[in-house]
């Protein structure tokens, strides 16, 4: 829809060119996360917000219409509310440049690295200089441990989907449709239930990072809680879209306990019809589905531990899902950075005419993936999380720590009971996993990491 021209100003005697602000996409509120799933919008296909300043000269000439990509700060949108999720989101969908033309000084940065690869990260932890790590991670991880993302080609998800009666694929995290019908929810959540995935080396890795006093936080998009059953300690863990460690009544949100819910969906449906019938309403894990807000944990810790942070470290995600793939560009100009993925992403978007696909301003400089500016700061490690890790952990000598980890993991026995596959599906059920990042309407569920 092409934005209404106004007339240009008609006030006598003003010697200075005013502007005039328009929207060339009139969904304030989808750009803020108001709309679809709890404020998550996938940068690859969510609506871009595009300003143009329309300039009215008073002389008489034909109003000279320019591009701009000025954009006000959350701090004086008249709406704004720090304490309102919705404007964190505003506060980090702006982060990515969406509309902000000056995002990031042009000053030049010395190098903060000895080498912009894993060794000069590695030489960066022996120096002492990385001691307030935070490690975000994606499905990567869990594709490694047996749950493959939506992409995964040939999986046959949607038609192993028709079974459930679903109205569409996506209904299995609609909350609504799980009030209503429940069953196939609960039988994925049975499947699901942690203890039947194993967590990874990359898991171990994070966990590692603890045990070494080293980790400040770890940012997970991921469902499965694989990081804590790894061993890192719940409090150090942010599950950006929720997870298995917690689980509420979905009308009043009391708490209940999580023994309790994981013996009832166990159970199959006799179980948990007996435990609805006992609390008198549905009971599900903490998992964000489509309709419901993300963590308030999340939305206020990331104010404050990326400020903090003096080292970051990415594994597994294609970085292209808000708010969650903005939070790479709030730690310091000087804090490094480590993308460890198959393929480049959350690429810097500085210096192009137009935000592509999977850019954003203030995001990694990676050499040789299209980059415009000078890189001073960012390493990559293209291959898998776990390669990733192992030549991390060769570099620094902890490959015999990191093993240790994981053998004090296999000591402790894994919490629950593995139940029986599913009748003529069990690995595909398991692939439902993939929903967790379907799209609706452009905007994608906060559920799953990319």
């Known amino acids: 829809m092409r934005p209404e021209r106004r007339s240009r100003s008609s006030a006598s005697g003003a010697s200075d060119a005013s502007a005039r602000v328009h929207d060339s996409d009139d969904s304030e509120d989808r750009a803020l996360g108001r709309e679809g799933v709890g404020g998550c919008v996938d940068q690859r296909s969510g609506a871009t917000k595009r300003k143009e300043v329309v300039s009215c000269q008073n002389d008489g000439r034909k109003s000279k219409r ?22 964190l989101i505003g506060y980090l969908r702006h982060a990515t440049g969406e509309g902000s033309e000056e995002s990031e000084s042009d000053e030049v940065h010395p190098t903060v690295l000895s080498s912009l690869d894993l060794e000069g990260i590695a030489q960066q932890i022996k120096d002492g200089k990385a001691k307030k790590v935070i490690v975000m991670v994606g499905a990567g991880l869990s594709t490694a441990a047996g749950i493959p993302d939506f992409r995964t080609p040939g999986t046959g998800l949607y038609d192993n989907l028709q079974k459930y009666g679903l109205p569409r694929p996506e209904a299995i995290f609609s909350i609504d449709y799980f009030k209503g019908k429940p069953a196939a929810f609960y039988e994925l959540a049975r ?37 804590e059953l790894a061993g890192v300690s719940q409090e150090l863990i942010v599950a950006a879209h929720g997870n298995f460690s917690s689980a509420h009544g979905v009308t009043s949100g009391k708490e209940v306990p999580l023994e309790e819910v994981r013996r009832a969906v166990l159970r199959g449906q006799e179980g948990w019809m007996e435990m609805t019938q006992r609390h008198g309403e549905l009971v599900k894990p903490d998992i964000v589905f489509f309709g419901e807000e993300l963590p308030p944990r999340f939305l206020n810790l990331c104010r404050q531990d ?95 720590e990191l093993a240790q980890v994981e053998i004090d993991f296999r000591q402790v026995p894994m919490l629950g009971t593995r139940p029986e596959p599913l009748q003529g599906c069990g690995s595909e059920v398991r692939r439902l996993n993939d929903l967790l990042t379907m799209t609706v309407a452009g905007k994608a569920a906060p559920i799953f990491g990319v």
């Not at 320019?66 to 404007?87: G, L, Y």
């Not at 239930?193 to 980790?215: C, D, M, S, V």
Request: hydrophobic residues 35%; aromatic residues 10%.
């Open 191 to 227: 499947e699901m239930w942690p203890g039947n995935f194993e967590p990874t080396q990359a898991h171990f890795f994070i966990r590692l990072l603890e045990e070494k006093g080293l980790l400040l936080r770890c940012y997970t998009q991921n469902i499965d809680s694989l990081e």
């Open 306 to 400: 990326f400020q903090q942070c003096d080292l970051l470290i990415v594994m597994g995600t294609s970085l292209v899902v808000a708010p969650f793939c903005t939070c790479i560009t709030f730690v310091q100009p000087n804090c490094p950075r480590l993308l460890i993925n198959r393929e480049p992403a959350g690429l810097d978007a500085r210096g192009f005419d137009s935000l592509l696909p999977g850019r954003m301003r203030g995001g990694f400089r990676i050499s040789g993936a299209g980059q415009r500016r000078r890189n001073y700061r960012d390493a990559f490690f293209g291959g898998d999380c776990d390669a990733g890790v192992e030549a991390l952990c060769s570099a620094l000598h902890w490959r015999q």
């Open 66 to 87: 320019r591009k701009s990509c000025k954009q006000p700060s959350v701090k004086t949108h008249p709406r704004a509310d720090p304490q309102r999720p919705e404007d």
